[in-house]
């Protein structure tokens, strides 16, 4: 299971932030696409933003035609320990590395400030090869694998949705957010786990996630 608390803390062990238990809806990829009655009601841009194996950090920057800045909240070495972790994060080999970023817009002009946040990243990799492809902290990961020139498979494993008063504070938004989290796969074998959590603020550029209904009411339609 995810490593989800009910008031939306981190996760004691390692810090990192989840959305709430219960997530009000979770759904494998495959799922998400064509099985459960949601998707149905999930716009087509939400879709695409969390069901897309492009970059989060392009998309954003074509959405707000701004230069996305990442904030780097942390690397640390959490060693071999998988408690607290999500699903998955043992298909990375251990001891391991976890890094947290916001992914911000710049700060309006004349304000103080990191600029507002858009987008939660929690990323798990090996700590014998996290030099190797993220050797400018402050880039994105996806332009840290480009530049590399690193041939990259992302294999999204949910979706989810709830809640978490830390994101909320740090997005200055209200929840629940939608989050995700795959694996991205090189030479076959899996280098990165990463979760997202998307503000609600993007709404304002993608639209309602839901169409024509609200969130409620979608999540416990019958099939």
């Not at 190797?132 to 949705?161: F, H, M």
């Amino acid at each position: 299971m995810l490593a989800q608390h009910k008031d939306g803390s981190s996760s004691a062990k390692t810090g990192w932030h989840p959305l709430s238990d219960p997530v009000l809806w979770k759904v494998l990829e495959e799922n998400a696409m064509f099985k459960t009655p949601l998707p149905e009601q999930l716009s087509p841009t939400w879709k695409l933003m969390l069901l897309s194996d492009g970059s989060v950090t392009r998309h954003l920057q074509l959405l707000t035609g701004q230069h996305i800045k990442v904030d780097c909240l942390e690397m640390q070495d959490i060693g071999e320990d998988l408690a607290g972790l999500p699903d998955d994060a043992d298909q990375i080999p251990g001891p391991r590395v976890q890094r947290q970023v916001f992914l911000r817009m710049p700060p309006v002009a004349g304000e103080s400030g990191k600029g507002k946040a858009l987008v939660y990243a929690a990323s798990w990799w090996s700590a014998d090869r996290v030099n190797e492809y993220l050797r400018d902290k402050q880039l994105p990961i996806w332009a840290s694998l480009s530049n590399a020139r690193t041939e990259l498979y992302r294999d999204v494993q949910l979706v989810c949705y709830g809640s978490s008063p830390f994101l909320a504070r740090e997005f200055g938004e209200s929840g629940p957010f939608w989050g995700r989290q795959y694996i991205f796969w090189h030479d076959d074998k899996p280098l990165t786990l990463i979760y997202e959590v998307f503000s609600t603020s993007l709404q304002r550029l993608l639209g309602p996630s839901i169409n024509g209904l609200s969130i409620d009411s979608a999540l416990h339609r019958p099939p």
